[in-house]
């Protein structure tokens, strides 16, 4: 039996303090090294297939161009051989931190070996990595963005039958957003309330992957299908075309993450019932500031521990918001997040 991680949950507020402490100081503030050179940092992100990852890049981007850091940037396109070969390209560039999203959650532990033996410190960004001793864990509280995804489709459907996907098999956080949804679905299937008439993962979270998977459910039982819980906007995305080619479209409650664009608009137009918001411009502050004051051997701020099965992982995690049509502009649009115009432009 896996071992429960180990979270405890810090406010925005809290997390944003620790990014704007990094932020107030002078560009010097990212150097390292005796003769005052520049921080360099890389970032290794598995993909830039959904819009919160463009959005991480850009936001990591940002912040290290403002801070004065030397950041590397690689793009693995969902292949973790391909990711592996970069960290190494980039540790041989001589960066201090390293930023992983990793693509393989548990093969992603040989990168982190390969940069402890070259001093170099890791940041797992968003994903965490299994089975080694990665330096610190920079995230969201992944249990509770499944928790908010189980807690509305139970809410919104009491009785029915349901197809429940989740997130990509080689991703941590796919298994604690399940753990996290089971909390309120299993407790519906046992009392005969719900019957899952499917359940599978969406590898490499891509749409037309969730697409077929929701077509192959609606042929097997005739359209009879209730609810779904989407792991992400992305695989949201997919479910609903599916749906919407029977008709179904707006009258099955779904779930979804992210709170990218299209999910947006989706809601306002009545397709996708939810998303969860997470973030993403604190998050990649986060990940910066903590790279500068772990560069400088300082501690980062850490009040949390995640574990991956190795060990209670120093974390720092945000905390996720249910977003529906109902708090849509005020969580969204009212925080700059999403433009007003483009979420309700026909």
């Not at 925005?12 to 402490?21: G, H």
């Not at 969204?332 to 433009?339: E, F, Q």
Request: glycine share 8%.
């Amino acid at each position: 039996m896996r071992k429960m991680p180990k979270i405890l949950s810090i406010s925005l507020v809290a997390l944003l303090s620790v990014s704007l402490f990094a932020g107030c100081g002078s560009k010097s503030a990212a150097t390292s090294g005796k003769n005052g050179d520049k921080l360099k940092v890389g970032l290794s992100l598995a993909t830039l297939q959904e819009e919160r990852w463009v959005r991480d890049k850009e936001t990591i981007e940002a912040e290290a161009k403002k801070l004065g850091i030397d950041l590397a940037v690689q793009v693995a396109n969902n292949d973790a051989a391909k990711q592996d070969s970069q960290c190494e390209n980039l540790i041989s560039q001589g960066v201090k931190v390293l930023i992983i999203a990793p693509q393989d959650a548990k093969s992603a532990a040989a990168i982190v070996d390969k940069a402890h033996k070259s001093n170099v410190k890791v940041i797992s960004y968003d994903r965490l990595i299994m089975g080694t001793d990665v330096d610190i864990y920079i995230s969201f509280d992944n249990v509770k963005v499944g928790e908010i995804q189980g807690k509305y489709l139970t809410e919104k459907l009491p009785k029915g039958n349901i197809a429940w996907l989740s997130g990509s098999p080689t991703d941590n956080n796919a298994k604690l957003f399940k753990e996290g949804a089971a909390k309120y679905i299993n407790p519906k299937i046992q009392s005969g309330d719900y019957k899952v008439v499917m359940e599978q993962p969406v590898v490499d979270w891509k749409p037309d992957n969730a697409l077929k998977l929701m077509e192959n459910a609606l042929t097997a039982n005739k359209n009879n299908i209730q609810g779904v819980l989407a792991p992400n906007d992305g695989t949201a995305g997919g479910c609903i075309q599916a749906l919407a080619a029977q008709g179904l479209a707006g009258k099955v409650p779904i779930t979804g993450q992210d709170a990218e664009l299209a999910a947006a608009k989706r809601i306002v137009e009545g397709t996708q019932s939810m998303t969860v918001f997470k973030d993403t411009r604190e998050l990649g502050k986060a990940a910066v500031a903590a790279a500068i004051k772990m560069a400088k051997s300082e501690d980062p701020g850490v009040n949390n521990k995640v574990n991956n099965e190795k060990m209670d992982v120093p974390s720092i995690l945000l905390t996720p918001v249910a977003v529906d049509k109902a708090n849509i502009d005020k969580v969204l649009i009212d925080s700059g997040y999403l433009k007003k115009d483009d979420v309700y432009k026909k």
